[in-house]
């Protein structure tokens, strides 16, 4: 037998398999809406395990409950990028990529935001899908911000993509001639930048913004240092430090909110986060935790105890949680913030143990209606809180209304 007579002999390659075996072994069938328009993407793969990552890539996006995608020479022209806080992407679970502390960034194909499976389906890079999406929304972006009275800069297309415009240094950045700028996206439609000469005007555009009822994207302002982004980083004594934790505090607020909604209920009770400041106007977050049930608690800079009526037993810092050795807590599996379970409750005793920041009467001053903390602090008096350096925190936006400590402040 001849040199090549052997690779004339060998045994034929086993045949590629089919898709309709692939997904019927996954349980699916060939009739799946949307399917006819992909098969020449899956026959293009001469793998068997290209085949089937991309079946698997067509189960996966079935038990999301979403459509399958257009092919991509369609697809490609209807990409956007967005911007999202990193909880949610987190929470729904769909292809996303981390920007800077707290936010991510995503895609959306029309009105759907893409899942990682498309991917796969397209046999595209998420690198490439991502720049065609940002190219779009920079040919949607050419008109010039307008000028607030504030003196505050307002992105002026209004389109729910300004907060996404974020991610286009080019569009913003020539704002300012050589000055540090400062930005905020309180909401998706809206992109706002200052100089920092005029970062107190930034925080109050972001308060009108509030006040308005728009939805919350994030609240907390940005800073661009060099050629970094970063949630602005502002330290005492900045005079702009205390109101930037505050705004920090209450997107936390709002995503500890978000997630009691998908907290199993079998597991306990969510503690309930609201803030209080103390004599320094430093604001503080507070948990609050009840006896009688575990306690899903997360960290928070304060936790407020209260016996099985509701009776107040006083603030306590949470970093000196970990003295009471009895009670040993379980983090809880959640996307989001973190959070811990605890079973039991502390004693009398072991409360003792912890660093006290206010009595159970201090406690129950801050949970007095508003009217009556105003009472308890007109001139000449001192309002019982102040003793340890808390006083209430000043009503919060309506869309945040309700977690005070305990009461809802009145309009």
Do not use: C
Not at 1 to 6: L, T
Not at 225 to 251: C, F, N, V, W, Y
Not at 331 to 349: D, H, L, N, Q, S
């Amino acid at each position: 037998m001849g040199f090549f007579d052997r690779f004339r002999s060998r045994a034929d390659e086993a045949p590629l398999p089919g898709l309709e075996i692939l997904l019927e072994a996954r349980g699916l069938t060939l009739d799946l809406p949307g399917l006819p328009a992909l098969i020449p993407g899956f026959e293009a793969h001469r793998k068997a395990e290209e085949r089937e990552a991309w079946v698997d890539a067509v189960v996966e996006n079935h038990a999301l409950g979403l459509p399958l995608p257009e092919p991509w020479v369609e697809a490609q022209d209807h990409l956007l990028p967005e911007v999202v806080p990193a909880w949610r992407a987190e929470r729904e679970g769909r292809w996303s990529r981390g920007f800077i502390d707290g936010l991510s960034q995503r895609i959306r194909v029309g009105d759907v935001v893409m899942p990682t499976a498309w991917l796969a389906l397209w046999d595209q890079s998420a690198d490439d899908v991502l720049d065609l999406a940002l190219d779009h929304l920079r040919h949607r972006s050419e008109d010039a911000f307008e000028r607030l009275p504030s003196g505050a800069y307002r992105s002026p297309w209004r389109d729910g993509l300004d907060a996404a415009r974020l991610l286009l240094p080019e569009v913003w950045q020539g704002l300012f001639k050589d000055q540090h700028p400062f930005l905020a996206i309180p909401e998706a439609d809206t992109l706002l930048a200052v100089p920092q000469i005029l970062l107190p005007k930034l925080m109050d555009e972001v308060g009108r913004s509030l006040k308005s009822g728009a939805k919350p994207l994030q609240l907390a302002v940005i800073e661009r240092i060099g050629d970094q982004l970063m949630t602005a980083r502002l330290q005492d004594p900045h005079p702009m430090s205390a109101p930037q934790r505050e705004l920090k505090h209450m997107d936390l607020i709002e995503a500890l909110r978000q997630q009691e909604q998908d907290l199993d209920p079998a597991l306990g009770r969510p503690a309930g986060v609201s803030m209080v400041k103390n004599s320094q106007g430093k604001p503080l977050t507070v948990a609050h935790w009840t006896e009688g049930a575990p306690v899903l608690l997360p960290e928070t800079d304060l936790i407020a105890f209260s016996d099985g009526r509701g009776e107040p037993l006083g603030l306590f810092s949470r970093q000196t949680l970990p003295r009471i050795q009895e009670i040993r807590g379980e983090a809880v599996a959640i996307w989001g913030p973190r959070r811990v379970r605890y079973e039991g409750f502390p004693t009398a005793e072991q409360l003792s143990r912890l660093e006290r920041v206010a009595t159970a009467e201090q406690m129950k001053a801050l949970q007095a209606p508003a009217k009556e903390r105003r009472a308890v602090a007109r001139p000449g008096s001192v309002p019982p809180a102040n003793v340890q350096g808390i006083q209430g925190s000043a009503p919060l936006p309506q869309n945040l209304q309700g977690v005070g400590l305990g009461v809802q402040d009145p309009e």
